[in-house]
């Protein structure tokens, strides 16, 4: 994600979490998170919304998916959201 490979960000985080192992809810949000920041690079704004709606609900003690999405919601002017 770092580097610019959004699609295989996408393709390896997606794959993490159909993992058995990968059950701890805090690095499964991390992943949903990342996986939102990919498609909102893409400019997939609707799937970068819905991965990070299922991070909150994935871990809804956690602030940084709060706070990703009011930075999605402010860069689209979506006050409503906020």
């Excluded at 893409?42 to 709060?66: H, N, T």
Aim: net charge neutral; aromatic share 14%.
């Amino acid at each position: 994600m770092y580097y610019g490979h959004y699609d295989k960000c996408i393709e390896t985080l997606k794959a993490h979490l159909k993992m058995p192992t990968a059950g701890w809810p805090e690095e499964r949000c991390a992943s949903m998170r990342f996986i939102a920041k990919s498609y909102k690079q893409k400019g997939d704004i609707k799937s970068a919304k819905q991965w990070l709606y299922l991070s909150i609900a994935e871990c809804p003690g956690v602030r940084e998916p709060y706070y990703d999405m009011t930075l999605l919601a402010y860069d689209e002017n979506d006050w409503p959201l906020m």
